[in-house]
């Protein structure tokens, strides 16, 4: 359920793995508890079990071989940024849309935008 969101990290300290899970959410492991840390894809230590912080879902103990996102199928409908490209994408909450459109009295700047990029920070 995991999948490699980025393993650049994992070459210098403080040597993180990211994994980014179904839910969405992205969390970093140390890379003492991989097998094999590698641009495209992880493969789990035995008797290593990672969790989700947000869903609390954890990987399968037979599927410890974690591939870099955006490989297969199945994901081509996580969004990207349309000015970067980045996958580092955060939803907005309709509940900071709602906070912004009282404190400001106005349409904020998020109201109607659903995502904004982390990388570059644009919001659509
Ligand atoms: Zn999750
Ligand atoms: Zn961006």
Known sequence: MFELSSSLLAHEPPYIVYLRCECGAEIDVDTDNFE??????VVLKEGITVTCSECSRSQP???RYIPL???HSGNLHIP???????T???KISTASKAIGFVAVGVFSSNFGKTFK???CGYKF
Do not use: A, M, R
Request: aromatic share 4%; charged share 40%.
């Open 36 to 41: 094999i840390v590698k641009d495209k894809y």
């Open 80 to 86: 990207t940024c349309p000015t970067c490209g980045s």
């Open 117 to 119: 990029c982390k990388q």
């Open 88 to 90: 580092k994408i955060e």
């Open 69 to 71: 996102e955006n490989q």
């Open 61 to 63: 103990d037979d599927e």
